[in-house]
Antibody
Framework: QLQLDESGPGRMKPSETLSLTCSVSGGSISSSSYYWGWIRQPPGKGLEWIGS???????HYNPSLQSRVTISKDTSKNQFSLRLRSVTAADTAVYYC?????????????WGHGTMVTVSS | EIVLTQSPGTLSLSPGEAATLSCRASQSISYMYLSWYQQKPGQAPRLLIH???SRATGIPDRFSGSGSGTDFTLTISRLEPEDFALYYCQHYGDTHPWTFGQGTKVEIK
C-alpha cells in the first residue's frame, strides 16, 4: 500500500529557505500517470495547493507562490521535495505531500500525515 | 483561477439526519475534475468523491456527490457520529491552479 511521509525542519526563521521531503514507500514515483504534489494548511484555515511534479518532471505551481517555490523529484531515493524561499510568518502551516492520481482525474487519493512548519523570529 | 465557494460555512445537524453541502465554481468546470474531501482534527484530508460523483475506495454509500457546470453537491444521507468533520471541495485536472473551497464544517447539533 502506497504511503507518503513528510520530513522537514519544524521551526525556521523569516527569510530562510524551507526544504521539505516526501518519502514514498509501497510504490515508485517513476510510475506513469501520477503527479506528486504539495498542499499546505495554515493553522485554523483551509487547504492551499502549492504545486505538483509529474513523473516526467513537468511542474505546475500555484501562481501565488510560483516566484518562491520549486518542486523536484529524486527517483533514485523515491522521494520528491519542496523548496520555498524567503519564508515569512504567513508560510506557517501544516504541509502535506499527496498523490494526484490521473487515473481518477488527478484527485488526491493518497496523503501523508503532514508536517508542521513554524516560521518565527 | 477557478474560485470554489462552499456553503454553508457550518451545518449543525443531529446523527441520523441528512446533510447537503454545496460547492459553487466561479466558472464552469468539467464534472471529471471535482472532488470532495473529509478532514478530521489533526488528520490529513481523506478523498471521498472524485469526478463529482464517484466514491473513492472504501467510502460508505451514504456519501454521494452530484452536479455539473458550476454547481456541485455532497450529500450524506444519514449522519453517523464519525461524519462530523470538515469537508472541502477541490477543482483539479488540466487547468491550473488547482483550488480548494474554503470548507464546510458539519457539527453536532
Amino acid at each position: 500500500q502506497l504511503q507518503l511521509d513528510e520530513s522537514g525542519p519544524g521551526r525556521m526563521k523569516p527569510s530562510e529557505t524551507l526544504s521539505l521531503t516526501c518519502s514514498v514507500s509501497g510504490g515508485s514515483i517513476s510510475s506513469s500517470s501520477y503527479y506528486w504534489g504539495w498542499i499546505r494548511q495554515p493553522p485554523g484555515k483551509g487547504l492551499e495547493w502549492i504545486g505538483s511534479v509529474y513523473y516526467t518532471g513537468t511542474t505546475h505551481y500555484n501562481p501565488s507562490l510560483q516566484s518562491r517555490v520549486t518542486i523536484s523529484k529524486d527517483t533514485s531515493k523515491n522521494q520528491f521535495s519542496l523548496r520555498l524561499r524567503s519564508v515569512t510568518a504567513a508560510d506557517t502551516a501544516v504541509y502535506y505531500c499527496a498523490r494526484p492520481n490521473s487515473m481518477i482525474g488527478y484527485a488526491f487519493d493518497v496523503w501523508g500525515h503532514g508536517t508542521m512548519v513554524t516560521v518565527s523570529s | 483561477e477557478i474560485v470554489l465557494t462552499q456553503s454553508p460555512g457550518t451545518l449543525s445537524l443531529s446523527p441520523g439526519e441528512a446533510a447537503t453541502l454545496s460547492c459553487r465554481a466561479s466558472q464552469s468546470i468539467s464534472y471529471m475534475y471535482l472532488s470532495w474531501y473529509q478532514q478530521k482534527p489533526g488528520q490529513a484530508p481523506r478523498l471521498l468523491i472524485h469526478g463529482a460523483s464517484s466514491r473513492a475506495t472504501g467510502i460508505p454509500d451514504r456519501f454521494s456527490g452530484s452536479g455539473s457546470g458550476t454547481d456541485f453537491t455532497l450529500t450524506i444521507s444519514r449522519l453517523e457520529p464519525e461524519d462530523f468533520a470538515l469537508y472541502y471541495c477541490q477543482h483539479y485536472g488540466d487547468t491550473h491552479p488547482w483550488t480548494f473551497g474554503q470548507g464546510t464544517k458539519v457539527e453536532i447539533k
